[in-house]
């Protein structure tokens, strides 16, 4: 079946720390997003690629990095510029626009907590 | 104040009855969707509206686009409809489905 698969589903890391989350994709979406949710609060868009090699940044990029080197593929690093990086994160990809049907696909999630 | 405002923030039910969640933005859009989020955190797309009216099943969605204001309805509701409900609005000009502004989500427990 088609979907997002993202890794690891929980995740400890010490202070000062990169940490890695992976996000794959075999739905063949160009689109590809990272979220954040915080507890009472909603989710706030990170980064977003909308095709190979490009993305753009989000409402909360300050400390995180993406790649799209492949179209199924859309990493994010929380590097330790990150202040606050305990939080749930979540990836999604999305339908050209235009086409119709179910238009975006989430994750299960990550939850990362800082040791 | 939040662009896209959710209410109420937690609501409570019996089975079988109706449920009504409703959603309002401030800003211009050109898509609202309405989500669903399970305890285990993933999440499922339930509609995505630029005006009048969806049904899926027991699930019927509204939108006013000259009220931005939007409503989500579940009938004859069910424990399993026990879930995080999020109204999530795009206002990008429609360039992309998944850069979305959400709101803060209603936590529903319908009780058998």
């Known amino acids: 079946d088609g979907g997002i698969t993202q890794s690891p589903k929980y995740l400890f890391r010490k202070e000062g720390q990169n940490v890695t989350l992976s996000c794959e994709q075999n739905?063949?979406?160009?689109?590809m997003y990272w979220y954040r949710q915080d507890p009472g609060q909603g989710l706030r868009l990170i980064y977003y690629s909308q095709i190979v090699n490009d993305f753009q940044k989000g409402d909360i990029a300050e400390g995180y990095s993406v790649s799209r080197e492949k179209k199924e593929s859309f990493p994010l690093t929380v590097t330790s510029a990150q202040k606050n990086p305990t939080a749930f994160y979540l990836c999604a990809s999305s339908k050209a626009p235009g086409e119709t049907g179910n238009t975006i696909y989430f994750g299960e999630g990550s939850w990362l907590t800082v040791v | 104040k939040n662009e896209v405002e959710q209410s109420p923030q937690n609501l409570t039910a019996q089975e079988g009855e109706f449920i009504t969640i409703n959603c309002s933005y401030s800003?211009?859009?050109?898509?609202l969707h309405w989500l669903q989020q399970h305890p285990g955190g993933g999440i499922v797309s339930l509609f995505m509206l630029s005006s009048g009216k969806k049904k899926h099943g027991r699930l019927i969605a509204t939108i006013n686009i000259q009220e931005k204001h939007s409503s989500l309805h579940i009938t004859a509701s069910h424990p399993r409809d026990s879930a995080v409900y999020i109204c999530a609005v795009s206002s990008d000009g429609g360039t992309s489905y998944g850069k979305l502004t959400f709101g803060q989500g209603t936590i529903l427990t319908v009780h058998p």
């Open positions: 739905l063949n979406h160009d689109a």
């Open positions: 800003v211009g859009i050109s898509a």
